[in-house]
T-cell receptor, first 116, second 107 residues
Framework: NAGVMQNPRHLVRRRGQEARLRCSPMKGHSHVYWYRQLPEEGLKFMVYLQKENIIDESGMPKERFSAEFPKEGPSILRIQQVVRGDSAAYFC??????????????FGPGTRLLVL | RKEVEQDPGPFNVPEGATVAFNCTYSNSASQSFFWYRQDCRKEPKLLMSVYSSGNEDGRFTAQLNRASQYISLLIRDSKLSDSATYLCVVDPLELIFGTGTRLQVFP
């Protein structure tokens, strides 16, 4: 059973471009979480999704950031018009069951975004 | 006050030493607690859950003190391979990560 997969592992963008980060959950997992780790800071929750539903996006910046988890395919975290402050490691995690976020979450390897 | 606070370290200890980390949390309604280990530039990996009665896994012991609202992680007989950042995670409604405590074990 492959673990959580994220791609790309490294992404370089110039200011103003768009960044698309992909996360494929573990097989059988229908819940995906996105976290951001800024330099010298802990992981910060961004958004929690089930298939075709955003359950909690309280940690998402109000502008330029969006996330989706379609019925088919990976979850996508999209950042439009990137700025230097978006440079960070973005981790995705998945869990198998619904409702309780106390469930163990399995993390992907992260995507390191660098905005020039 | 931060929701989850950890001493960032670094803790520099010799091989074989016993080292303990504490983590305090502010929400008394918190029900779930975990320790994660994060190696440099890697994703956090679950080390162990923390149960009310305390739990042990080999050289690692985790304890919860609800009255004082802290959890602890004790590592006995430290190995070089234990060098990493240890993240405390508390979940009242969503996972709240501490910034981590960096451990460096030297020969």
């Amino acid at each position: 059973n492959a673990g959580v997969m994220q791609n790309p592992r490294h992404l370089v963008r110039r200011r103003g471009q768009e960044a698309r980060l992909r996360c494929s959950p573990m097989k059988g997992h229908s819940h995906v979480y996105w976290y951001r780790q800024l330099p010298e800071e802990g992981l910060k929750f961004m958004v929690y999704l089930q298939k075709e539903n955003i359950i909690d996006e309280s940690g998402m910046p109000k502008e330029r950031f969006s996330a989706e988890f379609p019925k088919e395919g990976p979850s996508i975290l999209r950042i439009q018009q990137v700025v230097r402050g978006d440079s960070a490691a973005y981790f995705c995690a998945s869990s198998p069951l619904g409702g309780e976020r106390q469930e163990t979450q399995y993390f992907g390897p992260g995507t390191r975004l660098l905005v020039l | 006050r931060k929701e989850v606070e950890q001493d960032p370290g670094p803790f520099n200890v010799p091989e074989g030493a016993t080292v303990a980390f504490n983590c305090t949390y502010s929400n008394s309604a918190s029900q779930s607690f975990f320790w994660y280990r994060q190696d440099c530039r890697k994703e956090p990996k679950l080390l162990m859950s923390v149960y009310s009665s305390g739990n042990e896994d080999g050289r690692f012991t985790a304890q919860l003190n609800r009255a004082s609202q802290y959890i602890s992680l004790l590592i006995r007989d430290s190995k070089l391979s234990d060098s990493a950042t240890y993240l405390c995670v508390v979940d009242p409604l969503e996972l709240i990560f501490g910034t981590g405590t960096r451990l460096q074990v030297f020969p």
